[in-house]
């Protein structure tokens, strides 16, 4: 059952992800956008909030569960 769900998580992908690269954030499996401006981004995911500060802040890509967020990104912290 094991591999079942592993598989299944890898074709529907959802878990909750970030990934950072390169004043690059990508957040997959998220729930809503809280606040958004040119110096602060809060997403809300299922265990909490991620707020994204920096300047220039820019979403690049959105969907209905992937955000990219590009831009100078100074701190990124779990509430």
């Known amino acids: ?5 592993n598989l299944r998580n890898v074709i529907l992908e959802e878990q ?3 990934n950072y690269i390169k004043n690059k954030l990508g957040i997959i499996n998220y ?3 809280s ?4 110096n ?8 909490g909030n991620i707020l994204v500060g920096g300047e220039n802040l820019v979403v690049s ?12 990104i100074e701190k990124i912290e779990f509430r």
Do not use: C, R
Request: hydrophobic share 45%; aromatic share 8%.
């Open 35 to 38: 606040h958004f401006d040119n």
């Open 16 to 18: 909750f992800k970030i």
């Open 31 to 33: 729930i809503d956008i």
């Open 61 to 72: 890509k959105l969907t209905k569960d992937e955000i990219l967020i590009e831009g100078s």
């Open 40 to 47: 602060k981004i809060i997403i809300k995911y299922k265990e």
């Open 1 to 5: 059952m094991n591999l079942v769900n």
